[in-house]
């Protein structure tokens, strides 16, 4: 399916604002906590407009939001 036809296709935000975003003390660096196959990461790397399908927003206050 052609990217440009499917609406849910869109550029997500950076990977410094998704949840799956960590900080690993064992490399001492930020590291996605999903496993990406090969072609999604090859997509990920080379493809400037590539959307996520796993990004979602660290919304720290998403939470006290519905409790409201």
Not at 50 to 65: I, K, Q, S
């Given at each position: 399916?052609?990217?440009?036809?499917?609406?849910k296709?869109?550029?997500?935000?950076?990977?410094?604002?998704?949840?799956?975003?960590?900080?690993?003390?064992?490399?001492?660096?930020?590291?996605?906590?999903?496993?990406?196959?090969?072609?999604?990461?090859?997509?990920?790397?080379?493809?400037?407009?590539?959307?996520?399908?796993?990004?979602?927003?660290?919304?720290?206050?998403?939470?006290?939001?519905?409790?409201?």
């Amino acid at each position: 399916m052609n990217s440009k036809n499917n609406p849910k296709k869109r550029i997500q935000g950076s990977c410094d604002t998704c949840v799956n975003f960590a900080y690993d003390e064992d490399y001492e660096q930020y590291v996605c906590l999903v496993d990406l196959d090969e072609d999604e990461y090859y997509r990920f790397l080379n493809e400037p407009n590539y959307a996520c399908p796993y990004y979602r927003l660290d919304d720290e206050y998403g939470v006290v939001r519905k409790q409201n």
